[in-house]
C-alpha cells in the first residue's frame, strides 16, 4: 500500500509540473489553501464534548478549528451518506444527506472544519457532526443529516489529497469488542483501522459480501476466536461479489451502534488484503477423490466429492482388500460410507472412506443400512484428508448438517401440519422450512391479519426485478407416511394473471439442482385489483412417488407497475392413514340415492345405521335427490359423495351411528348442508367410549349455523384427541322447530376421522 500512496503522489505532482509548463494549453491546476488552520485536535474536540448514552445533539460556541484527512469513500455504495476524517489523534464521522460525496471530497483530502455554531453529538449511538433532528420515539434530540451545502460553510479543503496521511490504525478484535466505555468509543469510533490475520466466518467461494434483500452483517475472525461484524450494504457494488477465502488483513471504518456493539464498513474491496484466490477444497470446488487420495496426511482440510459405493464391513478394524467393504446395499452397518471417483467402482484403493458419528445427522441420513438408494449417488463430504481404517480417508467429519450433502434427499417426516400461527410477523420461516431467490430481491415473509398468520409474497416495493422467490417445505418422507397427501390453501390478491404462484414436488431442496415435478393443485384466483377468500387445493395424490421429496412454492413476477400477492397457509401432508365413510355411504340403499322427502332406516356395508333418513348423491347440478353441493369425494377420486339425509322432527328424528372404531380419534372432519325448506342447521356430532354396554359421551361437537344458505356446502374440522379404545360416533338433529311435521332436515357427507 505504501508504494502505491508514493506513485499517486508523484502522479499528483506530475500534473502540477505539467499545469506548469507554457508549453501546452492547459491552464495551471490550482491548488485550493484553507484560510485557517486547526487548533484543536480530533480527540480533544471528541473530549470536550462528549456524552453518555445512544443519542444526543450539542453546539460548539468557541471559535473552534479542527482539521482531518478522508478516510472514506462512498464510491463503491456501501458508505452511504457518510463521511469519515482522521488526523495524527482520532477520527470523526460527519452525517451529509447526499450522495457521491467522494466527488467533493477524495480520499486523502485535507479539509479543515470551523465548529464554531455547528453540531456535535450521538445518532443511535454513533458520535458524529451532524444536524439535530428531534427523535419521537426516544424524547430526545440526536445528530442527522445535514445538507452538503451547510458542510461546505464550515469545510475549507486544504491543498490536494494525500495518500500518505490516510495511513490505518492498527487494532486487534479485542481492543473493542466487549469494551463499550467512553475511552474506548473516543479512541476508536470514526477511525480507520486495519485488522491483521483473520478470515470471514462462513466463506466458501460462494458466500457474497451482502444478500440481495437487505443489507448483511458477515463476520471477521481472529486466531483468538474474536468476532467483529462488517456490514455490507446491498446496494453496494461489490455485494454479490464472494466473501475472501482464507485469512489476510481486513481495513475499514470502526463505528459503534446503539446496542453498543462495534461494527466495520468496508469502503471497497480492495479493503481486503492478503487473501487466497485459490477455492480448491471449498464447496464451489471441491476435491476429487482421486485428489484426496494423493493429499492424503498432507494436513488439507476442505471438501470431497464422489460416489457412493458401500460400507466398511462388520468386524473390520482395517481395510486390507476388497473383501473389507460390503459393495451392495442395504449394508450390514450404517457407521461408514465408502467413496469413489464413478459409481461402478469396486476397488477400495480408488476409494475413501468416512466415518458416520452415532447419534449424528448424517448417519440418520445417509447409512446405507437405512437407504439402500444411496448406493450410486453422489456425496459431498468435508474434514481433513487423512488416514481411516488403514485406507485413504476423510477424518474430523463431525456428521453435523453443515459438513455433507446428498444428491438425493432421505428421511423426512412422515407428517406436517403447518399454520405458521408459531412464527413471528417479519420473522423466521418454521424451523425446516427454507428461502431461497433465485432471480430478484423478494423473498416470502410472514404477514398476519384478523389474527391469522399465513406466509405471503409480493414482489411490490422491489428492486431488482425479475422475481422468482421458493418458499420450500421440510423433507417429506412419502414412502413411510400413513396417508401420502398435501393439501394448503392459497388466497390472492391483485391478480392480474401475471404473477403466478406454481407448486412443485422437488427431488431435493435446492430448485437449482433438484428434480421439479409440476403439481396441478386448485389455487386461488381474484378479479383484477380484488382478493378472494383462502381456497382449499383439494388433497394432492403423492402416492406414485417413492422417497423423500420437497414441495416447492414457486412465486414468479416480471417487472410491472402492479404486483400480485400470494398468501399460503394450513399446509398438511402425511399422518396416519384416514379412515373414512366417503365410500361406504354409496353401499345404502345398494348405492340408489331416494327422495329427498323420503325417510327411512339404511345400513352400510361397514356398518353404519341411519334412522329416519334419506340417501343424497352429489353431482355437476341439481336434479333431486342429485344436488351440486354434496359434490365429489375427498379421497382425491373423481366419484361423486353421498350424503345421509337426517329428519329433524321431534315424533321421529334422524340418527346417524357409525360402527366400532379402534385406535382413537385425532381429528374428525365432515361436510354439512341443507336443501328443503328449512331455515338454518342445527345438530350435534357425539363421540362416545364404546368398550362397554353402556357408552359414555367424551366429545361433542355442536353446530348451530342459522344463517346456513339451501344449497350451500359448509365444512367442518376439529382436533379433539380422544386416545386409543373403542369409539362410536353419533350424529343427530337439535330439532329447534320442536316441529312433529318433517322439519329441521340437513346433510352431512365425507365424513373422515384421523386415528392417534
Known amino acids: 500500500m505504501k508504494r502505491l500512496n508514493l506513485f499517486l503522489n508523484a502522479l499528483l505532482l506530475m500534473l502540477v509540473a505539467v499545469g506548469c509548463n507554457e508549453d501546452f494549453d492547459t491552464p495551471p491546476m490550482v491548488v485550493p489553501h484553507a484560510e485557517h488552520q486547526a487548533n484543536m485536535t480530533i480527540a480533544e474536540f471528541k473530549a470536550k464534548y462528549w456524552q453518555d448514552g445512544r443519542n444526543f445533539i450539542d453546539t460548539c460556541k468557541e471559535d473552534t478549528y479542527i482539521h482531518g484527512?478522508?478516510?472514506?469513500?462512498?464510491?463503491?455504495?456501501n458508505i452511504y451518506k457518510h463521511l469519515y476524517i482522521q488526523d495524527e489523534t482520532g477520527g470523526l464521522g460527519i452525517s451529509i444527506d447526499a450522495n457521491s460525496i467522494c466527488n467533493t471530497y477524495r480520499v486523502g483530502q485535507e479539509i479543515v472544519i470551523s465548529m464554531k455554531d455547528f453540531w456535535i453529538g450521538k445518532y443511535n449511538g454513533e458520535y458524529l457532526i451532524g444536524k439535530p433532528e428531534w427523535y419521537a420515539a426516544q424524547s430526545v434530540w440526536e445528530a442527522g443529516r445535514m445538507t452538503l451545502d451547510q458542510f461546505k460553510e464550515h469545510a475549507e479543503i486544504n491543498g490536494l489529497p494525500n495518500l500518505d496521511k490516510i495511513e490505518p490504525v492498527e487494532v486487534n478484535i479485542g481492543d473493542v469488542v466487549g469494551h463499550s466505555d467512553a475511552e474506548t468509543q473516543l479512541k476508536y469510533q470514526g477511525q480507520f483501522v486495519i485488522i491483521?490475520?483473520?478470515e470471514w466466518e462462513g466463506a466458501d467461494g460462494e458466500l457474497p459480501f451482502s444478500e440481495s434483500s437487505s443489507s448483511t452483517t458477515r463476520n471477521i475472525k481472529d486466531e483468538e476466536g474474536n468476532v467483529l461484524g462488517v456490514n455490507n450494504s446491498n446496494y453496494a457494488n461489490f455485494r454479490g461479489d464472494p466473501l475472501p477465502l482464507g485469512r489476510g488483513d481486513v481495513q475499514g471504518i470502526l463505528y459503534m451502534t446503539g446496542s453498543d456493539k462495534w461494527g466495520l464498513y468496508l469502503r471497497d474491496t480492495n479493503d481486503c488484503i492478503g487473501f487466497d484466490t485459490d477455492n480448491k477444497g471449498y464447496f464451489i470446488n471441491p476435491f476429487t477423490v482421486p485428489e484426496a487420495i494423493e493429499l492424503q496426511n498432507s494436513g488439507k482440510k476442505g471438501w470431497v466429492t464422489g460416489y457412493i459405493v458401500g460400507a466398511i464391513a462388520p468386524g473390520v478394524t482395517?481395510?486390507?482388500?476388497?473383501?473389507?467393504?460390503?459393495?451392495?446395499a442395504p449394508t450390514t452397518l450404517d457407521n461408514t460410507l465408502v467413496i469413489a471417483p464413478s459409481a461402478d467402482v469396486r476397488d477400495y484403493s480408488k476409494c475413501i472412506a468416512v466415518a458416520l458419528p452415532q447419534g449424528s445427522s448424517f448417519r440418520?441420513?445417509?447409512?446405507?443400512?437405512?437407504?439402500?438408494?444411496?448406493?450410486?449417488?453422489?456425496?459431498?463430504?468435508?474434514?481433513?484428508?487423512?488416514?481411516?481404517?488403514?485406507m485413504a480417508g476423510v477424518t474430523d467429519n463431525t456428521g453435523s448438517i453443515d459438513e455433507y450433502k446428498l444428491?438425493?434427499?432421505?428421511?423426512?417426516?412422515?407428517?406436517?401440519?403447518?399454520?405458521?400461527?408459531?412464527?413471528?410477523?417479519?420473522?423466521?420461516?418454521?424451523?425446516?422450512?427454507?428461502?431461497?431467490?433465485?432471480?430478484?430481491?423478494?423473498?416470502w415473509y410472514i404477514d398476519e391479519f384478523e389474527s391469522n398468520k399465513y406466509a405471503s409474497v409480493t414482489g411490490y416495493s422491489g428492486k431488482q426485478p425479475p422475481y422468482e422467490a421458493w418458499l420450500i417445505t421440510p423433507a417429506l418422507d412419502i414412502k413411510n407416511a400413513g396417508r401420502k397427501e398435501f393439501s394448503f390453501m392459497s388466497k390472492v390478491r391483485y391478480y392480474r394473471g401475471t404473477d403466478p404462484m406454481e407448486v412443485y414436488l422437488m427431488s431435493t431442496n435446492d430448485p437449482t439442482t433438484a428434480e421439479l415435478i409440476k403439481l396441478e393443485p386448485t389455487l386461488a384466483s381474484a378479479a383484477d385489483g380484488g382478493q378472494s377468500d383462502f381456497i382449499s387445493s383439494g388433497v394432492i395424490d403423492l402416492s406414485q412417488y417413492e422417497g423423500t421429496y420437497c414441495i416447492g412454492f414457486c412465486y414468479k413476477s416480471q417487472q410491472q407497475a402492479n404486483y400480485t400477492t400470494w398468501q399460503l397457509d394450513n399446509v398438511k401432508f402425511g399422518g396416519k392413514a384416514l379412515l373414512q365413510t366417503i365410500d361406504d355411504f354409496e353401499t345404502m340403499n345398494g348405492g340408489t340415492p331416494t327422495s329427498q322427502t323420503s325417510f327411512s332406516d339404511l345400513i352400510s356395508n361397514k356398518g353404519w345405521k341411519a334412522t329416519n333418513a334419506g340417501l343424497l348423491k352429489g353431482g355437476p347440478t341439481d336434479a333431486a335427490p342429485v344436488y351440486a353441493m354434496i359434490g365429489k369425494k375427498e379421497d382425491g377420486s373423481d366419484n361423486w359423495a353421498y350424503a345421509v339425509h337426517l329428519n329433524g322432527k321431534t315424533t321421529a328424528p334422524g340418527r346417524l351411528l357409525s360402527p366400532s372404531i379402534n385406535g382413537g380419534i385425532k381429528t374428525i372432519s365432515f361436510s354439512y348442508g341443507y336443501v328443503l325448506t328449512d331455515s338454518g342447521i342445527h345438530f350435534q356430532v357425539n363421540i362416545y367410549s364404546n368398550s362397554s354396554a353402556n357408552p359414555v359421551l367424551v366429545k361433542t361437537i355442536t353446530i348451530h349455523n342459522e344463517n346456513?344458505?339451501?344449497?350451500?356446502?359448509?365444512?367442518?374440522?376439529?382436533e379433539v384427541n380422544i386416545g386409543a379404545g373403542d369409539l362410536m360416533v353419533e350424529v343427530k338433529p337439535l330439532s329447534p322447530s320442536q316441529s312433529t311435521s318433517n322439519k329441521d332436515r340437513f346433510a352431512i357427507w365425507n365424513i373422515m376421522w384421523e386415528p392417534m
Open 708 to 718: 346456513a344458505v339451501k344449497g350451500t356446502p359448509y365444512h367442518y374440522m376439529e
Open 407 to 443: 444428491s438425493i434427499m432421505t428421511g423426512g417426516v412422515t407428517e406436517l401440519y403447518e399454520d405458521f400461527e408459531g412464527c413471528v410477523k417479519n420473522g423466521a420461516m418454521p424451523d425446516g422450512w427454507r428461502l431461497v431467490k433465485t432471480m430478484g430481491d423478494k423473498d
Open 364 to 390: 440418520r441420513d445417509a447409512s446405507l443400512k437405512d437407504y439402500p438408494d444411496l448406493l450410486g449417488t453422489q456425496v459431498w463430504v468435508k474434514g481433513t484428508l487423512a488416514t481411516f481404517m488403514d
Open 69 to 77: 484527512w478522508v478516510t472514506s469513500s462512498d464510491e463503491e455504495g
Open 196 to 198: 491483521r490475520d483473520v
Open 318 to 328: 482395517q481395510v486390507a482388500s476388497n473383501e473389507d467393504i460390503e459393495w451392495e
